[in-house]
Structures are given as C-alpha cells and as structure tokens.
C-alpha cells in the first residue's frame, strides 16, 4: 500500500485519507466545478479522519483569501479585457507583424509575439488564446496554414500566459509557499521568454518542412519602414507591459500595484482613444470577476484540505516513499517533472499548485532544489498541460472559437509540446536558468 512505511511521527494512510481522495477524483471526473471537489474532499477528510477541526473549513474560506497579494488577480484579468475592448492588443499585433514580416512563416512567428506580449500583460493563458485567436486564426489560415495547425500554433503561444510575468500563477504559488510574488516574477522572465522562443523556433522549423507561409521578399529599408510606421500607429500600447515590468522589476511597484497601474494606464488610453466608453464598464467587470470567480474559490477551499494533509504526515511521506525508491536527485526530479505533466493534463492550474506544491516542495528541499528554482519548474511544466489533452484548456478554446476538432488540434501540438519539454528540463537542470536575476 502507498505509503505503508511512513516516516517516525507521520499518521499511517488508511480509508480516511483515500476515500476522500478518491470522492475528489470521482467529482472532478463528473465534471462537478473543481472547487466543490475540493471543499466535499475537505470537508469528507476531516470528518474521517479528526487530524483537525471542522471549523478549519469556515475559517479556510476567509483566511485563504484574506491577503493582499491577490488582489493583483482580478486587476491583471481585467487589464486583459480592457486591452481586447480598446482594441490595444490589435496594435501589439501590428508591431508583431512588422518584426517579423520578413522572414518565411512571419505572420506565424507574428501571431507567437503577440500572444507574448499579451501575456505580459494579462497573466492568463485562456484569455490570450481567445484574444489573439479572434485576431489571428482566420488569417493564419488565408495564410496557408491549415485551421488544426493555426489552431494549435495560437494554442502553444498562449501557453506563456502564466509563464511571462505577470502571471497569476506566480501569484497563486508564491502565496501557497510564502514566496515573494515580485521574486517569482523577475525569476520566470528568462524561462518564459526561452518558451516564447522554442515556441517560435518550432514554427518556423515546422513552416520550413511544409512551406505553409511564404514570406515577402522585403529589403532591409522597406521592412524598417513598415515597422517605424507600426511603431509610430501603436507605439502607446506599450506604456502598459512597460509600465507593469518597470514597476516590478525595479522594486518601484507590488504584484498589485503594478496591476491597478496597467488598469489606470489601459483605461485612459482607452478613454484617449475614445475606444472605451463608461458604457463598456459593466461588462467588463462582469466578465472579470466571472473568471475570478473561477481561481479564488479554489484557493480559499483548497486551505483547508492542504492542512489536513500536511497534519496527516502526507508530504512527509510522499517525500519517504520517493526517497526509498530513488535518492539520485535527477530521477526525482525527473519523477516530479512527470507529475506535474500527468496533473497539467487533467485539472487546471490553480487547484494544481494549491495540492501539489505543499506535496512536492519538501521532495525538492530534500534534494537541495532551490526554492525559487522549484517554483519556475512546476509552473513551467504545469503550463505543459494547456496543450495536452483530454484537459488541455487551451485547446478547448481555440476549439470553441473555431469549431475545430480538439484531437485534430491536439495531434498538431504535439512538437510544441515536445520542445516546451525540453525547455522544461533544461529549467530543473541548471538552476541559473531561473535564478540569474534573482535579486
């Protein structure tokens, strides 16, 4: 049985740890929102097993989401909107496009970038692939590419969602494990920005074997040209991503004040534009806190249920068992790696990082992993699973705004998963990788 040999003072497993565990599954597989799996899991766990009071779900749901820190959330989600309804993301969109417009495959390479630089700013990975696949889907595929593999290439960019800072899963994990979330940022950049380029050199490998794209036949003046024109149109759409990096990078800013800047700075732009209407702002709001509505209630349940695992001695002995199997370090760090994928393929990443990562970090500390190293590795790797089936959040939104077939979409992603993989391992690997600009 799992776990049989416990570690000297960790509470044996028996039925009271695995039947709300496997209620958790059964509801999770019955489509039931995860964050009812998660408090019915907590709720069954502490009455079966006693470790802690049932009181500790009523407080969870206050405690869990009584800090500062995620407030950055619901301003970052609804700076993304705001930049959709200002139309500001068609702009990155047009610079994107005059970088790269020279070379073959460009507008793919275009519609990566932009899917870049609206991760910086939005944080989430779900509205940048239906943000940039309205803009960029259609065209990619006037362009020659076929609809499953546009869909997939759309699908793949807006996987730096949560890998580019800002992100709301920095956020989420540096909560979880009190890690500062400003930290976390300035430690994802250089991943992030190395997935955004694998991502860019998948494409153009795989529109070099296929010839999917031509690309126009520009001299150097005429390609600086188009840019300086695109720059000069839209040059004030990066005050926001600016703004927000400045700000966190140079300490000036929080994670929540960064967000509320890039809200300020977006609306007024908006305003200035005249783009945006005091009308628009319902909606907005609406449609922001619905996606909240989704992230904070998982955190709040999850507390509980973390707590209740961690007095049973769970951590502790996942770390025991693994350990006894394996002490080299690069096997279990590759057996982390695994899991993180296997999970990034069927549950979101929210509930993700809210149970696994209180389970793996001891597994890390006991190999010497470095915490913020740690961090970006099971982002990064979680973030793996918006392209992989049957989950596979990504492809279910492309699917949605294009009605294609999600195995078609699926079987199209699998080089950038491939290449995404190894950016992965590269990240748990060499530390520097994640840890160069830590401060």
Request: hydrophobic fraction near 55%.
């Amino acid at each position: 049985m799992l776990w049989q040999h416990m570690e000297q003072g960790a509470v044996a497993l028996d039925w009271t740890f695995y039947l709300p565990m496997a209620v958790f599954v059964i509801l999770v597989a019955l489509a039931v929102p995860v964050w009812v799996a998660i408090g019915a899991a907590s709720v069954l766990l502490l009455l079966a097993s006693g470790v802690l009071p049932l009181s500790l779900v009523g407080e969870g749901l206050f405690s869990g989401i009584d800090h500062f820190a995620l407030t950055a959330i619901p301003l970052f989600i609804l700076t993304g909107d705001v930049l959709v309804r200002t139309g500001l993301s068609r702009k990155f969109l047009d610079v994107a496009e005059a970088l790269t417009n020279w070379t073959r495959g460009g507008f793919g390479s275009a519609t990566v970038l932009v899917c870049g630089m609206f991760s910086a700013i939005s944080g989430s990975d779900a509205a940048g692939a239906a943000a940039v696949g309205r803009m960029t889907i259609a065209r990619l595929v006037e362009s020659g590419y076929p609809r499953p593999y546009a869909c997939a290439l759309v699908a793949a960019g807006a996987c730096t969602g949560i890998l580019i800072p800002p992100s709301i899963a920095y956020i989420v994990i540096g909560l979880v494990l009190g890690i500062s979330a400003s930290t976390l940022f300035q430690a994802a950049l250089i991943p992030g920005l190395i997935i955004l380029l694998s991502i860019l050199l998948t494409n153009t490998i795989i529109n070099r074997r296929y010839a999917y794209e031509q690309g126009a036949a520009l001299s150097f003046d005429e390609w600086l040209a188009n840019l300086g024109r695109a720059l000069a149109n839209g040059w004030y759409a990066f005050i926001v991503p600016g703004a927000i990096f400045w700000g966190i990078f140079s300490g000036q800013l929080t994670p929540t004040e960064a967000g509320a800047t890039a809200v300020t700075i977006t609306v007024i732009l908006g305003f200035v534009m005249g783009t945006l209407r005091l009308s628009d702002f319902p909606s907005m709001m609406v449609s922001s806190a619905k996606v909240n509505g989704v992230i904070v209630p998982i955190i709040a349940m999850s507390l509980p249920l973390a707590q209740a695992l961690s007095a049973m001695g769970v951590p502790q002995g996942f770390v025991y068992t693994m350990t006894s199997f394996s002490n080299e370090p690069w096997i279990l760090i590759l057996s982390m790696i695994l899991i993180l994928i296997a999970a990034g393929c069927v549950m979101e990443t929210t509930p993700n990082i809210v149970i696994l990562a209180p389970l793996l970090k001891p597994l890390a500390d006991n190999i010497g992993m470095n915490d913020i190293q740690f961090c970006v590795m099971m982002i990064t790797a979680l973030g793996v699973g918006f392209i992989t089936p049957p989950l596979g959040l990504n492809l279910f939104v492309v699917s949605g705004l294009t009605g294609e077939s999600v195995l078609k979409i699926s079987v199209r992603a699998i080089p950038f998963v491939l290449f995404m993989l190894i950016v992965v391992l590269l990240i748990a690997y060499v530390p520097a990788v994640s840890t160069m600009l830590q401060s």
